[in-house]
């Protein structure tokens, strides 16, 4: 390895939430095979992937399954690894928000901002879209919605601490002017450039009072910190930054690139480098900003269908397939389909067909031909089509190492292809079962030595996108050691004299699309799974019966403060008796005759010695109850109507 070759990369973290689908996969896969084809070249590489674990957001999913954020938290990683594992990514360290380092190492740099005096206590009004964590301002609303997802955003009003960011517009403009490297794609750049710096960068909102899954302020802990600024620090505190074992931080830091989805590329590429710049530390040297994975070219969720486990995929092929398939057939940086049938197409074609028949018919016919031994004699002359077998072998890895500095990443697996494709045109014109025939044994040898030094010269740069596959390969044709580094691959002739090959077992199986082929298989454990998660059918909501009430009585229950005794018409002959703790919220005549919504099938409970038939529908939490109050504007509902 050389001295000072380091290479720094990190997808970013994840959020728990949800399921995991090809989509979700598709960051970490590429930045395992940008990390592969790092340590290919000898760079002393470390791939950090990880989980983003505070905020609103999960606080509400654990409190919906009635767990505690951290019990939530866990059962997410848990999977997350386990994907991982399947996936075979080779990650160096995983960062989690709640190790105890990375939540250390956040109070001290938000310390270190503040008392550098950026970052200031103020009043946030405003715009924040809970899904996204996102703080918006009028203006960037799209049609009053979030601009990021399109859902409601809800107004907050609370004491806070905010970021200068717009002390950094200048600088941020200036650096990314000076290093065109920074931010790619460029029109990622440009789009940002005109979203938000032409309208002025605005301080930053970085912390809540309402939310309490986070990060304490250590100076005014009602304060826990804006998820984002948690968030992005994981790629400095993953290395140990602000700890006395800062080794890695020296070593590693600035990180060589960040892959994100497209949806989060301003975070990285405003918000990040601008506390870097705070904090004084240098910027990674790119911010590369990933395109979607659709299915079927539709956005990946459980209503479309299209949502499915990886693993799915996986077990009906081979993990290889899954990789080769989401790296050569989308563009880097642009959004890419997912097809199942053009999956199974590119598996039979490209895989089975193309690379699997190439090894397999080489294999076959030296063993028959000469007991799988490898002749090499360099004293022969080379035929046309030799010349351009080799001419092509050499160049093949040369192009690659130029597509993959660039992140052409498909471009450089295709290059891979094309040697396949050239072997394979090879054997049909150098004829071996000709050769073998005629007993033109020297000629047989000269083709079967470069068609398994041309399999070696593919099998290397395929480690790139593949984890099994190669090592099947080398030992098919057995090369080790020396003859399978990477610039092995750059030459040649490098294959020994008497080098032994023997036919294994065939490496894509085809396949046929059958319906049952990505079927999802185990109905009752995704069941369970479901419903550890909160989720219920459409059947089971069915079960809840809605109906339409009038509150025709309203009395006090004698022995508590918080209960009345309500007698509501809900169609039926006779009036039912449901008790509710809404006293502190309503007085009696607030209620009279108020058409609400009352759920009817709930098993009768005794309160205060009543039996309650039936409850009424309403929001908030102890300071503020409403209840769901039908308006009678257009006209009333009748009593008993059906709510779905
Ligand atoms: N937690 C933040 C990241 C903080 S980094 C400091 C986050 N998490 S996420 O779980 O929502 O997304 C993680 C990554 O998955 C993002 O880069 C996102 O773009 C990516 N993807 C999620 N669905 C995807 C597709 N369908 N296709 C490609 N990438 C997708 O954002």
């Known amino acids: 390895m050389e001295e000072n070759k380091k290479y720094y990369i990190t997808t970013p973290i994840y959020y728990p939430s949800g399921d995991f ?207 984002w600024l948690d968030a992005l620090t994981n790629y400095i505190n993953g290395l140990g930054y602000t700890t006395d074992n800062d080794e890695m ?159 052409k990443t498909n471009e450089a697996i295709a290059e891979i292809w094309k040697l396949i494709s050239k072997a394979n045109k090879y054997i049909d014109l150098s004829t071996p079962w000709i050769l073998a025939k005629e007993g033109n044994t020297d000629r047989l040898n000269q083709v079967l030595y470069n068609l398994v030094e041309c399999i070696r010269i593919i099998a290397i740069p395929l480690q790139i996108c593949f984890v099994d596959t190669p090592n099947k390969i080398f030992n098919q044709i057995g090369v080790s050691g020396e003859d399978i580094t990477w610039d092995s691959a750059k030459e040649f002739g490098v294959l020994k004299n008497g080098t032994k090959v023997s036919k294994g077992e065939i490496l894509f199986p085809r396949v046929e699309l059958t319906e049952d082929l990505f079927k999802v298989e185990d109905e009752e454990e995704n069941k369970e799974s479901e419903d550890r998660k909160g989720i219920i059918t459409i059947d089971e909501l069915d079960k809840v019966e809605l109906k339409v009430g009038q509150i025709k009585e309203v009395e006090k229950v004698a022995k508590s403060k918080k209960l009345y005794k309500l007698q509501v018409d809900v169609g039926e002959k006779e009036l039912r008796t449901i008790v509710s703790g809404i006293v502190p919220y309503y007085k009696e005549e607030e209620l009279l005759n108020k058409q609400i919504v009352v759920v009817t099938n709930l098993k009768p409970a005794k309160l205060c010695g009543i039996e309650s038939n039936g409850m009424l529908l309403a929001a908030g939490d102890d300071d503020v109850v409403k209840l769901l109050i039908l308006d009678n504007n257009n006209g009333t509902l009748e009593n008993g109507t059906n709510i779905h």
């Open 21 to 227: 689908h090809v989509g979700t996969c598709y960051c970490t896969l590429m930045a395992d095979t940008l990390a592969r084809y790092k340590r290919l070249r000898g760079y002393d590489v470390f791939f950090m992937t990880g989980t983003d674990e505070h905020g609103q957001k999960i606080e509400e999913k654990a409190k919906a399954q009635g767990i505690t954020p951290k019990e939530y938290v866990d059962e997410f990683v848990a999977r997350a690894k386990d994907l991982w594992k399947v996936l075979k990514i080779s990650y160096n360290k995983y960062i989690r928000t709640t190790d105890e380092e990375h939540v250390l190492a956040v109070q001290k740099i938000f310390e270190k901002l503040y008392n550098k005096g950026d970052i200031y206590k103020g009043e946030y009004k405003g715009l924040y879209c809970t899904p996204c964590e996102s703080f918006w301002t009028e203006t960037q609303l799209v049609d009053g919605k979030c601009p990021d997802c399109g859902r409601e955003v809800k107004e907050v009003k609370e004491e806070s601490y905010f970021f200068r960011l717009s002390k950094y517009q200048d600088r941020l403009l200036k650096y990314y002017e000076e290093h065109p490297e920074f931010l790619e794609p460029e029109k990622r750049k440009n789009e940002m450039i005109k979203n938000f710096f032409d309208k002025g960068l605005e301080d930053l909102c970085v912390t809540r009072t309402t939310i309490d899954w986070g990060i304490r302020v250590p100076f005014d802990p009602k304060h826990t910190v804006y998820v």
């Open 249 to 407: 931080f020296k070593k590693y830091w600035p990180a060589d690139i960040h892959l994100v989805g497209k949806e989060i590329f301003r975070f990285h590429a405003i918000i990040w480098p601008a506390i870097l710049m705070s904090l004084d530390l240098p910027l990674p040297g790119k911010i590369f900003g990933h395109g979607w994975l659709l299915v079927n070219n539709k956005k990946i969720s459980k209503s479309f269908g299209n949502y499915k486990d990886p693993r799915v995929y996986i077990n009906a092929t081979s993990v290889d397939a899954l990789r080769y398939y989401l790296i050569k057939e989308i563009t880097f940086g642009e959004d890419g389909n997912f097809s199942e049938e053009l999956f199974v197409e590119r598996v039979n074609s490209d895989l089975s067909n193309d690379l699997g028949n190439l090894v397999s018919r080489v294999t076959a016919m030296a063993e028959k031909y000469n007991d799988g031994i490898i002749v090499k004699k360099d004293n022969l002359p080379l035929q046309d089509i030799d010349e351009e077998l080799i001419s092509v072998a050499k160049q093949t890895v040369t192009n690659i190492e130029k597509y993959m500095d660039e992140l």
